[in-house]
């Protein structure tokens, strides 16, 4: 005959497991909706790297609560149905320790994606360089970095080994043109044009955040007085504000018959 008692015990033993199930889905659903609460009160102020950013932490918070959750409810059942909790926490702990062992790369790369979210050493959009390739950042994991070349190649680098590393959009870049002037022009003549050109430029190039400059002149080479020009742009657009800076200055010199200097050849006939 089935003992009423026990079945008792287990209909009992059920319910009490179900219940403990229940609470970790509610305070996981608790944690998730504050963890994401916190940056829909921030998300209107923050750029796109910066909400990649906070995802990711948001992301890695959220799976360590779920985790924690499961092993805690797990052991709680168990210990209901009178499952030494104590030896298989000391098991645990051994296991745990062969796994980081057999899983140390992995451990690292983790640890190091952390420190790279947190820290801001680099986030999405930026371009870095690593061991000579130069691209930017399309993606930053807890494992693995991938980085994008201007060719569209795609590295993929692990976190652990992303440790000498230059960020060139940490800062403002400086965009360098070199002006070749025929020695007929006086250097007044020339900055002249130069500075009404500038003032004209006034926020028609986006790129540009600073003040153009004449530095003065650079060098009196064989055939022309080369003046040196400077401008502060916006990270890695240094070489698309130099092209169209070219370009404005070939017009405005054409314009006042201010002559660029080319290489010729002059030929000669030998009379007989």
Do not use: W
Request: charge should be positive; hydrophobic fraction near 45%.
């Amino acid at each position: 005959m089935i003992n009423i008692l026990d079945l008792n015990i287990n209909v009992k033993n059920i319910i009490i497991a179900f219940v403990y199930i229940i609470i970790g889905l509610v305070i996981y659903s608790i944690i998730s909706y504050f963890v994401n609460k916190a940056n829909v009160f921030r998300k209107k102020h923050l750029n796109k790297a910066q909400s990649q950013k906070i995802k990711t932490i948001q992301i890695v918070i959220l799976n360590i609560t779920k985790y924690l959750i499961c092993i805690f409810v797990l052991l709680a059942i168990l210990s209901l149905y009178g499952v030494n909790v104590k030896s298989i926490l000391a098991g645990l702990g051994i296991g745990t320790a062969i796994i980081g062992l057999a899983f140390q790369d992995l451990a690292k790369d983790i640890i190091a994606g952390i420190f790279i979210i947190t820290e801001g050493q680099y986030e999405v959009g930026d371009t870095i360089e690593i061991d000579g390739f130069m691209g930017e950042v399309i993606s930053v994991g807890l494992k693995t970095t991938k980085i994008k070349n201007y060719k569209g190649a795609v590295k993929i680098i692990s976190n652990r080994n992303m440790d000498k590393i230059i960020n060139y959009s940490l800062n403002n870049s400086l965009a360098v043109v070199d002006v070749g002037v025929s020695y007929d022009h006086s250097p007044k003549e020339v900055e002249d044009v130069l500075n009404k050109l500038f003032k004209n430029l006034t926020n028609k190039i986006k790129e540009v955040t600073g003040q153009y400059q004449i530095l003065g002149i650079d060098n009196l080479s064989d055939s022309c007085v080369i003046y040196k020009i400077a401008v502060e742009v916006e990270p890695m657009q240094q070489f698309v504000v130099e092209r169209k800076l070219k370009r404005e200055i070939k017009i405005a010199f054409d314009e006042n018959n201010i002559k660029i200097p080319y290489p010729q050849i002059e030929v000669h006939n030998g009379k007989k």
